[in-house]
Nanobody, 115 residues
Framework: QVQLVESGGGLVQPGGSLRLSCAAS????????MGWYRQAPGKQRELVAT???????TYADSVKGRFTISRDNAKNTVYLQMNSLKPEDTAVYYC?????????WGKGTLVTVSS
């Protein structure tokens, strides 16, 4: 059983920065992929970024060069540093852990980019 808890969401102006955190607890298998997904109202949930336990990363084209995903394996925590934020980044951001063929999800944290 795995639990994920996100934090760090909020209101930020266009061009601003925000850092999201996700702490995992429970039975965490060392071989896993953690990532961030987002969903805007009326839209499908989409992948933002992922990072493996060996720190191989993947990014959506829309966030390349602006967002950076990282992790601290000792703390079972994944981060998403978001810079140069745009209004279209507004969404609920969800933390994900994939391991042993299963997906685990956090409850999400809202990011609103608006002036």
């Amino acid at each position: 059983q795995v639990q994920l808890v996100e934090s760090g969401g909020g209101l930020v102006q266009p061009g601003g920065s925000l850092r999201l955190s996700c702490a995992a607890s429970g039975s965490i298998f060392s071989i896993n992929i953690m990532g961030w997904y987002r969903q805007a109202p009326g839209k499908q949930r989409e992948l933002v970024a992922t990072i493996t336990n060996l720190e191989r990363t993947t990014y959506a084209d829309s966030v390349k060069g602006r967002f950076t995903i990282s992790r601290d394996n000792a703390k079972n925590t994944v981060y998403l540093q978001m810079n140069s934020l745009k209004p279209e980044d507004t969404a609920v951001y969800y933390c994900n852990l994939r391991s042993r063929g299963l997906d685990y999800w956090g409850k999400g944290t809202l990011v609103t980019v608006s002036s």
